[in-house]
């Protein structure tokens, strides 16, 4: 485990070296002169969310990410700035909100929520669809309330077999490499 730790530190220092591009110049009276120009595709997307790897199990942002009825949620999480904090260690639960659920808000929300001056709030409610743990359906019964990465509760209800969260129902479960997604047919919108 070390030393694939230090085999990946190592890489990352090696990518960031080589993205750096040194100039020698001279100037009017020989003097030389050093600059230093870093690549601009290393700083439009870095972290953890960018790394490819096909080998694990898929974290929940990836399994947003594939699928078709998720693509607004993805849109919403891209202009938020939240990818990596969907793709770290974890357990995480993701209560994600299907594209008709989106659809089903007042009109002109989403794309009011996605212009770059809402990014603060944007991510806000994004927030208070996750959650600290890895719970299935039938586990998360027992629990009344949730804390979410917003810092605001959510409730949990039960009616019959179906869970709701914050209004949201569960309507399908998909675990993940960091957690797990819980697929929802709301938006959970904060109280704040």
Do not use: R
């Not at 090696?14 to 290393?42: M, P, Y």
């Not at 898929?58 to 919403?76: C, M, R």
């Not at 996605?114 to 996750?130: G, S």
């Amino acid at each position: 485990m070390k030393t694939t730790l230090k085999l990946l530190f190592f890489t990352a220092a090696i990518l960031v070296f080589s993205a750096c591009k040194n100039e020698t110049t001279t100037d009017g009276d020989g003097t030389t002169l050093e600059s230093s120009t870093t690549n601009d595709a290393t700083t439009e997307k870095q972290g953890q969310a960018f790394i490819e790897n096909d080998e694990s199990k898929p974290n929940v942002l990836q399994i947003a990410i594939g699928s078709p009825d998720h693509t607004t949620l993805v849109a919403a999480v891209q202009a938020a700035g939240l990818e990596n904090a969907l793709v770290n260690a974890g357990p995480l639960m993701v209560f994600a909100p299907t594209n008709a659920a989106f659809d089903a808000l007042p009109a002109g929300t989403v794309e009011e929520l996605l212009k770059p001056e809402n990014k603060e709030k944007l991510a806000y409610i994004l927030k208070n669809h996750v959650t600290p743990g890895n719970y299935s359906k039938d586990f998360l019964k027992k629990f009344k309330k949730l804390g979410q990465a917003n810092g605001e509760d959510v409730t949990v209800e039960v009616n019959g077999e179906d869970v709701l969260v914050g209004g949201a129902k569960i309507i399908a479960s998909v675990p993940a490499g960091n957690g797990i997604v819980h697929v929802v047919d709301k938006v959970i919108l904060p109280a704040n």
